[in-house]
């Protein structure tokens, strides 16, 4: 293989679909970059790979990444992460980042993701999603980080533990209303499974029970708004127009009613000369 540094995907749960690419790519690697050696130590011998190991993880320093850069020259360099794709919620981009800087290859070996994983059998739009990584922690932390995104027409991707899904559950459904959801929770493992049905439903489903294994939480788009009637349009503006210009009546309304402002404006003007 060419030197250079290689993003090898690894399993999520089932041996099975760890690709014969990415066990090659390990076998010919002169180093491997791990999370945990010890996870990693297990499939280097399931591939029969003796690389050398070394822990690279957030708290990796400056001066170690620039160590490996330094090697990528002449070196085939390999970063996993303990299950499925580098990078995805997981450590690796200022490596890459900085590998690309230096002007060396970067190339990857693709498989597992379990968000991807969990996107697929969830039931759920696909044309448009966004991956949210874990919540905070923080109740005032995690009801923020769900406001910033309430209002976007996406489905919702999120990961988490299973001590912690009844409260983002119920956090979820505070800040999201009653949408449809899933929890895919030991995804390619044995006792897999796939629960869905509305925040609420699945927040009391959980709320007396720790899930256990790896869980992806996937939650759909907000409902298609009702289009604002005539009627509607004009008893707002009337309000708006006994304190307000109707330049900015109209554009009180129109943000409101999410409509084109030029739609509105035209109607206030005409209400304001009646």
């Not at 303990?82 to 970067?106: E, F, M, N, Q, W």
């Amino acid at each position: 293989m060419d030197p250079g540094l290689y993003i090898v995907a690894t399993p999520i749960g089932n041996l099975g679909d760890f690709s014969p690419r990415a066990a090659q790519t390990l076998r010919d690697a002169d180093l491997v970059l791990a999370e945990d050696t010890r996870v990693t130590g297990k499939l280097l011998a399931q591939a029969g790979s003796k690389a050398t190991m070394r822990r690279y993880d957030d708290h990796s320093t400056d001066r170690q990444r620039d160590d490996i850069v330094a090697r990528l020259g002449s070196d085939v360099v390999a970063l996993v992460s303990d299950a499925g794709t580098p990078l995805i919620s997981d450590p690796g981009y200022k490596l890459v980042r900085a590998a690309r800087d230096a002007g060396h290859d970067v190339r990857t070996m693709p498989g597992p993701c379990a968000a991807i994983a969990g996107l697929s059998v969830a039931g759920l739009p696909t044309d448009r999603f966004l991956f949210m990584g874990f919540l905070p922690a923080k109740a005032k932390a995690r009801s923020d980080a769900i406001a910033e995104v309430a209002t976007l027409r996406a489905t919702l991707v999120f990961y988490e533990s299973g001590s912690r899904l009844a409260d983002s559950l119920r956090a979820l459904e505070a800040g999201l209303g009653p949408r449809d959801a899933a929890v895919a929770r030991e995804i390619t493992k044995l006792h897999e499974e796939c629960v869905t049905g509305t925040l609420g439903e699945l927040a009391g489903r959980y709320a007396d029970s720790v899930a256990r294994g790896e869980i992806v939480i996937i939650v759909g788009p907000p409902p298609e708004a009702a289009a604002a009637s005539d009627e509607t349009i004009d008893r707002m503006l009337g309000d708006a127009l006994q304190t307000l210009s109707p330049s900015r009546a109209a554009a009180d309304v129109a943000e409101r009613l999410n409509l084109p402002r030029k739609r509105v404006y035209a109607r206030a003007l005409d209400l304001s000369r009646a």
